[in-house]
Structures are given as C-alpha cells and as structure tokens.
Nanobody, 121 residues
Framework: VQLQASGGGLVQAGGFLRLSCAAS????????MGWFRQAPGKEREFVAV????????RYADSVKGRFTISRDNVKNTVYLQMNSLKPEDTAVYYC???????????????WGQGTQVTVSS
C-alpha cells in the first residue's frame, strides 16, 4: 500500500489542523493505521493509532484530549484532527500502515512521506 500524507502547515498556538493520509490499493481496511511525528533532533514518536474498522483508538499522553484519529474505509483515508496546538507539536507527521495494533514504529510496514506541522507561539 502507498500512503500520501497532506494537510500540514503553519499555525499559531491554540489553532487547529487536520491531517489526511490517502492510501492506494484495495486493502486499506485490512490495516491498522498510525500517526507518528518526528521533531528536529528527536526520535520518531507515536501519536495515535486506530484499528481496521475504527473501533479502537489510542493516543500518546501528550496529545490526548486534543487530537482525534479517524478513518474512512470507503475513501481509503485516515485523518488526524489536531486542536489546541502547541509549539511542542511542531514536527514532521507521518502516517503508517501495519497489521499490529501497536505504538511501536517498528511494527508498521508502510509509511507516508510526512507532512510538516509548525506551531508558532
């Protein structure tokens, strides 16, 4: 499966963005989908994950209550709604597809190219 992330940009603190990740192929609904992010000089970290049908989701503590992951298996797209953005949310955001409901980046088989999110103070 090929993944294409979009929706990043520059926003002021307290603002919002919605990231999208469009997947090619007819097997999107068979994959667990995750969002990760990587800030300059830091390791890639888990942000959110959603199961194949969207029945279960999980978030990093740092984004819980502010970010929402969702998916549309008809449109082959996973979303990350990001509200109340903070400067520390600044990073390149990546979507990923895998077969395990996991918080570990190593468990994901396919990755999008990343989209830059910059939050100014």
């Amino acid at each position: 499966v090929q993944l294409q992330a979009s929706g990043g940009g520059l926003v002021q603190a307290g603002g919002f963005l919605r990231l999208s990740c469009a997947a090619s192929g007819r097997t999107f609904s068979s994959y667990v989908m995750g969002w990760f992010r990587q800030a300059p000089g830091k390791e890639r970290e888990f942000v959110a994950v959603i199961t194949q049908r969207g029945f279960s989701v999980r978030y990093a503590d740092s984004v819980k209550g502010r970010f929402t992951i969702s998916r549309d298996n008809v449109k082959n797209t996973v979303y990350l709604q990001m509200n109340s953005l903070k400067p520390e949310d600044t990073a390149v955001y990546y979507c990923a597809a895998g077969t395990s409901y996991s918080l570990g980046a190593g468990q994901y088989d396919y990755w999008g190219q990343g989209t830059q999110v910059t939050v100014s103070s």
